[in-house]
């Protein structure tokens, strides 16, 4: 009589790759809301719950700057090319997120929305996000890679530290507090950082760290390019129109 074989549990299957377009489509229209931001050693996400659109959604001129905002585009010249007060862009950023369900704090917004914005703007460009169910009723999950792990090797350990954890959303306090150090040591260790890799500001770090990881193109559009693709034209006149500048055309 054959021996009886015994059968070893499926290993589980990895959750499926998700188009980073798409989710920012179900952000903007207010199919779904953020509900938490996830930061993890190695990877960074967000968790997204299901919407009916009466509380979220962006659209119109406002859909436009707080795309741009995202992407890392200086607000005055976003007011500069929509010919509107930068106290205003402001307003529409701000009430934009928060319809988005994100903290409207400069320091606070995730990375990985950022990166969503980003990449929707570029055609082509998507990142390894993995996509998954949540316990919750009408919730799910995302992650990508954690783009700032590209920089460990250019920084000083002290300075990727630092980076890392504004990455993260703390601010200069927190990170000092949690560094045991002052915040005038945490501001001298960001600006060598900043200087290192020729940026400005947690928004073009957060960008940097996207082009060294290979998600975006190492061609960065101009701020006045983008704000010229004024949303009269639509959103596919400018997803045409970012490509084209990506492109040289």
């Not at 020729?198 to 957060?206: A, E, F, M, N, P």
């Not at 061609?219 to 997803?239: D, K, M, N, V």
């Amino acid at each position: 009589m054959a021996p009886r074989q015994s059968r070893c549990p499926a290993a589980p299957l990895p959750p499926p790759p998700v188009d980073l377009t798409e989710v920012w489509e179900r952000l903007a229209t207010g199919r779904a809301r953020v509900a938490a931001d996830v930061i993890g050693d190695t990877h960074c996400g967000l968790l997204l719950r299901s919407s009916a659109g009466a509380e979220g959604g962006v659209f119109g001129r406002q859909r436009l700057i707080v795309e741009s905002v995202l992407q890392g585009i200086c607000q005055n010249c976003i007011a500069i090319d929509l010919n509107i007060a930068s106290s205003s862009v402001a307003t529409y950023a701000r009430q934009g997120l928060k319809r988005l369900g994100v903290d409207t704090r400069p320091s606070r917004v995730p990375s990985t929305l950022m990166l969503i914005a980003s990449i929707a703007g570029c055609p082509g460009a998507n990142a390894p996000a993995m996509i998954a169910p949540c316990d919750l009723d009408g919730a799910f999950t995302f992650r990508v890679p954690r783009p700032d792990l590209c920089l460990r090797g250019l920084l000083s350990p002290a300075e990727y530290d630092t980076v890392s954890r504004l990455f993260e959303g703390q601010s200069y306090a927190e990170i000092a507090r949690r560094r045991r150090t002052s915040v005038r040591t945490i501001a001298n260790q960001l600006a060598s950082a900043f200087r290192i890799l020729t940026v400005s500001g947690r928004s073009q770090l957060i960008r940097r760290a996207f082009v060294l990881s290979g998600w975006l193109p190492t061609c960065e559009i101009g701020p006045r390019e983008i704000a010229r693709a004024s949303y009269l034209r639509g959103p596919s006149h400018r997803r045409a129109f970012t490509h084209d500048l990506y492109s040289g055309a």
